[in-house]
């Protein structure tokens, strides 16, 4: 499953997080992947595209940056694949009042 993990840098300190990602590096356990990043052009976010089928998994990793980072974490789908899911809808007969 994808995720979006949102990082709100505390403090607007993007250099502390930048130093231990290069001292200790992303610190993720086994089964949690980084997939790419953006950063926000004035430093204050990262946005994360991560794959991942346990959850539990974002909280043994989270746990080691909560100090530098607050952290969302949001299941996506991608936008094709939700398309197509709702062109198949839009393609089934829509069933009215009386069928159910």
Known sequence: MLFMVVEHFKGRDAVAVYRRFREQGRMMPDGLKYVESWIEANFHRCFQLMECNDPRLFQQWVVKWQDLIEFEIVPV???????DMVTQLLSSPVS?????
Not at 77 to 83: D, K, N, Q, R
Not at 96 to 100: C, Q, T, W
Request: charged share 35%.
């Open 77 to 83: 789908v991608p936008s094709s694949e939700t398309a």
């Open 96 to 100: 009215s009042k009386s069928d159910r």
